[in-house]
């Protein structure tokens, strides 16, 4: 059985930093590859930062420069490290995977249908506030 458990999320001042966590169980991180999403209310799910087999990395322009997607293969996890957060950044944000290749690219050039991908955590929420 396949689980991604997502954690770190929480409040933070505009600028602030946090470090969320993806915890894969039944798949292989490494070998499939791990994408991040987030959803806000009012708006659609969008893809914000994807690593592939090969450890390309892929992020949606508005969190280029700020948002680093990696992956510890030896534990299973991924991490998104966010940094230089924004008010524009609040969302629930989860974690992603599929059984088979999956386009990075695609993935975070706009919304993203829940179809997309085979197996997805349960979310973290991400608050940014003063």
């Known amino acids: 059985q396949v689980q991604l458990v997502e954690s770190g999320g929480g409040l933070v001042q505009p600028g602030g930093s946090l470090r969320l966590s993806c915890a894969a169980s039944?798949?292989?991180?490494?070998?499939?590859?791990i994408a991040w999403f987030r959803h806000a209310p009012g708006n659609k799910r969008e893809g914000v930062a994807c690593i592939h087999r090969d450890d390309n990395t892929h992020y949606t322009n508005s969190v280029k420069g700020r948002f680093t997607i990696s992956r510890d293969n030896a534990n299973n996890t991924s991490y998104l490290h966010m940094n230089n957060l924004k008010p524009e950044d609040p969302a629930v944000y989860y974690c992603?995977?599929?059984?088979?290749?999956?386009?990075?690219?695609?993935?975070?050039?706009?919304?993203?249908?829940?179809?997309?991908?085979?197996?997805w955590g349960k979310g973290t929420s991400v608050t940014v506030s003063s």
């Open positions: 992603a995977t599929k059984e088979s290749p999956f386009p990075c690219q695609v993935l975070v050039a706009g919304p993203v249908h829940y179809g997309a991908m085979d197996y």
């Open positions: 039944g798949v292989s991180l490494g070998y499939h590859g």
